[in-house]
């Protein structure tokens, strides 16, 4: 019997015994690191909770104490000094005295009522300062380390997966070398080749989970942005984005903060670097509706419709229930010139917001505000497109410039003033009858006029006097129109918008009591408080008849 054979076969074994035994240590190590990334997963899902616990205390018990000091110590203090204001409007010195008493009582109840929130120059507190110095900074700190701290968890979650797949395959290498040391033919080299390929995959695959970076966000790019969010929710929005660069420097790939510093700069009209900083928050991670949507509006205002349109569809896709964001691409449309196709996108903003009041209506409840809000300010976007058209811009007017304004533009302001029409009358209709508005003979009603009462020494009254542009002080107006085809007890509908958008506490909702046609008046009035008046502005009136849009007039409030 020859050695030679027997010689290679003790090599062989010897050599599988090796990798077997390297084989085993490479597992040995790789469930180390299971077990290390499965601890660190644990701790830090166990601290994402407690922030998450921490953070909804903070805004509950925030919520809890401001509410006490806004609904119940401000209100009471605000009623008592009306109470005095009236006091002394009628000579009542005695009762004004009695309710200073009591409402400086009251003062020192909150410190709402108290510096460096109270405001004595106009007898009203800095509501926002207050609650982001409450509870508001530190919930949104709590709430952006918890979430750090979750996908810290995701991260090591993964990790640790990753280690058990590799210890699976470990086994299966182990196996093939075992099976190796059975074969004596050329077949066992080809095992083994396989288990080692095997082993060599799995240490490349540990070295590129050793060296792929985990989230990492430092509390001090914490810290500032919260701030930063705290000042941004007071209105203050260059210190905030000082706060948002001082976040952006300790993590440059902050998506929350690019997000909020390109919302800062578009509160403060910086369309472009608003744009660039959503765009920006989306190449780091943070691809969601909210930051699409933001995106496609500012594209818009900065003339950019091609990149708007695109933005939007990405929006649209990721939730096509989004009635903003589709006005938003039919407004787009029309500033581009393309009336067509910003009619047949209307045409499915209006087709969803039917569907979501039925599917509402069906389930026993009511629609959420925000879609009032948006069927509103689809409106008011047109008639701010209109504004800059011709030129006659207000303070609040959110549009392109005007030098990219396409298309006809007898075409685009017949468009939008239709658009505008339907885009009220669907509003009506689905708040008060739950249904696009119906197709009846329509009612129609000459231009309003707006005037005052002109009274004689004795209270009686004399005569009505127009007055379309209206001294501050007033607490009434009169609207005189002429009218035909008011069905008799039809739906009778005012609304009344300030700046722009409607001011719920001024509906008027009723059922029309006069003739058919004829002459009527109709106060809008504060007239039943002698401290109330019309704020100053810009005030649009209008009248629906059974959610027809049937006339719309304005009058203004000059500046005290």
């Known amino acids: 019997m020859s050695t030679k054979p027997l010689s290679r076969e003790i090599r062989f074994e010897k050599l599988v015994s090796v990798l077997i035994a390297l084989t085993t240590i490479f597992a040995a190590t790789a469930a180390l690191l299971e077990r ?276 939007n569809q990405q929006a649209l896709a990721l939730d096509p229930t989004l009635i903003g964001v589709r006005s938003n691409q039919a407004i787009a449309l029309l500033a581009q010139g393309r009336t067509t196709n910003a009619i047949a996108e209307y045409d499915l903003a209006l087709a969803e917001a039917v569907r979501q009041v039925a599917e509402a209506r069906a389930r026993g409840e009511e629609p959420p505000a925000s879609l009032w809000y948006y069927l509103d300010a689809a409106a008011v976007d047109l008639y701010s497109l209109l504004d800059e058209l011709h030129g006659t811009q207000k303070y609040w007017t959110q549009a392109p410039p005007a030098n990219t304004i396409g298309g006809d533009p007898g075409q685009l302001e017949s468009t939008a003033l239709g658009q505008i029409k339907r885009l009220k009358e669907y509003t009506v209709s689905l708040e008060f009858n739950g249904a696009a508005p119906a197709d009846t003979r329509n009612p129609t009603a000459g231009a309003f006029s707006f005037v005052q009462e002109i009274l004689d020494a004795n209270g009686n009254f004399v005569e009505y006097q127009e007055s379309t542009v209206n001294a501050y002080g007033i607490n009434q107006i009169g609207i005189l129109f002429d009218y035909t085809g008011f069905p008799v007890g039809a739906q009778e509908v005012w609304k009344v918008y300030t700046n722009g958008y409607e001011d719920p506490a001024l509906r008027v909702v009723g059922n029309w009591a006069l003739e058919e046609s004829g002459s009527g008046i109709k106060f809008i009035t504060y007239a039943f408080s002698s401290v109330f008046v019309f704020a100053s502005g810009e005030y649009t009136v209008d009248l629906y008849i059974d959610s027809h849009l049937v006339q719309s007039g304005t009058f203004y409030v000059e500046y005290p």
């Open 36 to 311: 290390v990334a499965s601890n660190e997963a644990e701790k830090a899902n166990r601290l994402a909770e407690e922030l998450s616990i921490s953070a909804t205390t903070e805004r509950v018990s925030g919520n809890v104490i401001f509410s006490y000091d806004w609904q119940g110590a401000f209100q009471t203090w605000r009623e008592l000094d009306l109470l005095i204001t009236n006091a002394e409007t009628f000579g009542d010195t005695a009762a004004a005295e009695r309710y200073r008493a009591l409402r400086d009582r009251v003062t020192g109840l909150s410190p709402l009522l108290q510096s460096p929130y109270f405001d004595n120059s106009v007898n009203f507190p800095d509501d926002t300062r207050y609650e982001a110095d409450l509870y508001y900074v530190e919930a949104i700190r709590l709430t952006e380390q918890f979430k750090y701290q979750a996908a810290l968890g995701n991260s090591w979650e993964e990790t640790a997966s990753q280690f058990v797949l590799q210890l699976t395959f470990y086994a299966v290498a182990l196996s093939l070398f075992g099976l190796s040391t059975t074969i004596h033919t050329f077949i066992r080299w080809l095992f083994v080749g396989l288990a080692s390929l095997i082993v060599l995959f799995n240490i490349a695959w540990s070295a590129v989970l050793f060296f792929v970076p985990f989230p990492e966000l430092p509390p001090a790019a914490i810290t500032a942005y919260s701030q930063g969010v705290g000042l941004a929710y007071q209105g203050r929005y260059h210190e905030a984005i000082e706060l948002y660069n001082r976040a952006l420097s300790a993590q440059p790939a902050y998506a929350e903060a690019l997000d909020e510093r390109g919302s800062a700069y578009f509160a403060i009209g910086n369309y472009a670097h608003a744009a660039a900083d959503y765009e920006a928050a989306l190449a780091a991670g943070k691809y969601d509706t909210h930051v699409l949507w933001n995106l496609g509006w500012t594209y818009y205002l900065l003339g950019r419709y091609d990149d708007a349109i695109r933005i």
